[in-house]
């Protein structure tokens, strides 16, 4: 269990050094908005094949591929931070980087669904608030350093020692060898993705492409709806996102510890306060207001993906996790890439105002999606555990 938190961590800590980074990357790429953006779209290029890529790995080769992919991910970023001296640099770099975090996202949210399953207490939501509390203290520690001129590699080779960490943790705790062989046996031929098992994970995926859309809504554009309707200065304006996140870390740890018997209520009570906390920002007068909504809106999409990843691993056979665990986040990620846009999109027709109503929409539609797709899934019931094996995996 201990290393599926360090691993966790380490995730949290590229995030927010890469989050606050993103200016002084741009300067040393001397790369303009548009071909930042541009330059942005091979993160997803580079993520979506890969976390279908690590979970078939997984299966066949065992949960000790995440360590690889954890190291390997500090490492692509120290890489990145050195290389990205013009477009075509900072390209390939977010490439490999989408690729290295996509492969962890699925290696890390795979070791934490075996913890829980063999601890028999919930693992996956506090994993996840350990991101979101790494997510905000790098970020503010890459902000510090940058306040000093130190040079951009420096918070990068700390998340570089981080993740090499994280994944000698992980290979000397979890068991070699895929799930359920004969360690001196070769590895079996993956089971084929019969319809039968990927239906019911592609209907959870779609309630996760609603849930992470409307979590990266908030934290993409909370500063920029600060800064433009509410006129906040530039400190302020950092200020948003932090809220956001800081949120979100305190609601994982502290609704962490319901069991699976409350996951239904927890969807639906968190897609119906992420409606209302983006319905209040879209009112909001003034930046305590806004706070208000984001805070609301934070404890809401804090508890979506890690109860749906939670249904999931609690229901899956282990010869099959890594898969399961992979097509699951593939899906769901779509909605981490497009939430952004989706905002965008309504900024441009409506306002930002107007944008935040079509942000709580989208927490309306998960809240009314909910109960028939978790239905037709068949994930519906707490699935019986066995004793746990090892509190340490």
């Not at 360090?6 to 040393?28: K, L, Y």
């Not at 360590?67 to 991910?73: D, G, P, Q, R, Y």
């Not at 433009?228 to 304006?237: R, S």
């Amino acid at each position: 269990m201990v290393s599926a938190f360090t691993a966790f961590a380490a995730f949290g800590a590229f995030w927010g050094v890469w989050g606050a980074s993103v200016p002084r990357v741009q300067d040393q790429a001397d790369v303009t908005d548009g071909e930042l953006g541009f330059a942005l779209l091979f993160v997803g290029a580079g993520a979506l094949p890969a976390m279908m890529l690590v979970g078939r790995a997984l299966d066949r080769w065992g949960l000790r591929v995440s360590a690889a992919v954890i190291a390997l991910l500090g490492l692509v970023g120290a890489g990145l931070a050195l290389t990205a001296v013009d477009l075509p640099a900072l390209c390939a770099g977010l490439a490999v980087a989408g690729a290295s975090s996509g492969a962890a996202d699925v290696a890390m949210n795979a070791v934490a669904g075996r913890a829980e399953k063999l601890a028999g207490r919930p693992v996956i939501t506090r994993a996840h608030g350990t991101f979101s509390a790494l997510v905000v203290l790098t970020s503010l520690g890459t902000g510090a350093a940058s306040a000093a001129s130190w040079p951009l590699a420096v918070p990068f080779a700390v998340v570089a020692a981080l993740s090499v960490a994280a994944g000698a943790a992980l290979f000397t705790t979890l068991p070699p060898g895929a799930a359920g062989q004969d360690e001196q046996a070769a590895p079996a031929r993956l089971a084929p993705v019969t319809r039968s098992r990927l239906l019911p994970l592609l209907l959870v995926g779609v309630l996760g492409t609603l849930a992470f859309a409307s979590e990266n809504a908030h934290q993409s554009w909370s500063a920029v709806f600060a800064q433009d309707e509410l006129h906040a200065g530039a400190w302020l304006t950092t200020v948003a996102p932090a809220v956001f996140a800081g949120t979100v870390a305190i609601t994982r740890f502290c609704l962490g510890g319901l069991n699976d018997a409350h996951a239904r209520p927890v969807l639906l009570g968190g897609a119906a306060t992420a409606a209302l906390g983006a319905l209040v920002i879209s009112v909001s007068p003034n930046l305590l207001l806004a706070a208000v909504g984001l805070i609301l809106g934070g404890a809401g999409t804090a508890v979506l993906f890690p109860t749906l990843l939670g249904i999931v691993s609690r229901n899956v056979e282990e010869a099959y996790r890594g898969r399961a665990t992979s097509i699951v986040g593939t899906v769901s990620y779509m909605g981490f890439l497009l939430g952004p846009v989706y905002v965008g999109v309504w900024a441009d027709a409506t306002g930002l105002r107007g944008a935040m109503v079509a942000v709580a929409a989208l927490a309306a539609v998960l809240l009314a999606l909910t109960p028939p797709l978790l239905r037709l899934s068949g994930f519906t019931a707490p699935s019986a555990r066995p004793a746990p094996e090892r509190a340490d995996a």
